[in-house]
T-cell receptor, first 115, second 113 residues
Framework: GAVVSQHPSRVICKSGTSVKIECRSL??????MFWYRQFPKQSLMLMAT?????????EQGVEKDKFLINHASLTLSTLTVTSAHPEDSSFYIC???????????FGSGTRLTVV | GENVEQHPSTLSVQEGDSAVIKCTYS??????FPWYKQELGKRPQLIID?????GEKKDQRIAVTLNKTAKHFSLHITETQPEDSAVYFC????????????FGTGTRLTIIP
């Protein structure tokens, strides 16, 4: 099946620094990439939808200047958490749809801890 | 937008018994309903899905039923095993060109040996 590779799996950063998370589609073209955030014991909440070659669409309440999304190619989408703060500590996970079949593939997730 | 509600939030069943998790959705145009199993710190894994033109789908010990009229769908796990312990999420896709998944709130299933 389709695979989305996500890196890093874990990252610890200092407050005020930026962290980049990458998601690569390994065997299919990910026209659209969905970025989710999951706090402990909670559901996955969609942050933004990125489409290759265009600006991302952010969900209400998500700061686009803080969570920078780039989808420059059909196989790579990145999420940069800028000026990270402890409240940004969370599990970030990407997902891409497999076209008409509506199947969704998830990356392995990134556990971000801001200290 | 789509709103998905999921119940119960926690469920404990004896090994070998059945577990049922229920979800309701709000968008009558939704046409795809996947179920995911998520173990701690890992990605959600698709375990079964159903489309709006089907009322029931089964895969070994797992089955999903869909009632479009009532706008609810359910996950059924029979002959539960300890490895079924995880958090389960239902999801739905709205229509009209909006293909983002809306997730339910999750059910923590614990199988008691």
């Amino acid at each position: 099946g389709a695979v989305v590779s996500q890196h890093p799996s874990r990252v610890i950063c200092k407050s005020g620094t930026s962290v980049k998370i990458e998601c690569r589609s390994l065997d299919f073209q990910a026209t659209t990439m969905f970025w989710y955030r999951q706090f402990p014991k909670q559901s996955l909440m969609l942050m933004a939808t990125s489409n290759e070659g265009s600006k991302a669409t952010y969900e209400q309440g998500v700061e686009k200047d803080k969570f920078l999304i780039n989808h420059a190619s059909l196989t790579l989408s990145t999420l940069t958490v800028t000026s990270a703060h402890p409240e940004d500590s969370s599990f970030y996970i990407c997902s891409s749809e497999q076209g008409f079949n509506y199947g969704y593939t998830f990356g392995s997730g990134t556990r971000l801890t801001v200290v | 937008g789509e709103n998905v509600e999921q119940h119960p939030s926690t469920l404990s069943v004896q090994e070998g018994d059945s577990a049922v998790i229920k979800c309701t959705y709000s968008d009558s145009a939704s046409n795809y309903f996947p179920w995911y199993k998520q173990e701690l710190g890992k990605r959600p894994q698709l375990i079964i899905d159903i489309r709006s033109n089907v009322g029931e789908k089964k895969d070994q010990r797992i089955a999903v039923t869909l009632n479009k009229t009532a706008k609810h769908f359910s996950l059924h796990i029979t002959e539960t095993q300890p490895e079924d312990s995880a958090v389960y999420f239902c999801a739905a896709i709205g229509n009209f060109g909006n293909e983002k998944l809306t997730f339910g709130t999750g059910t923590r299933l614990t199988i008691i040996p």
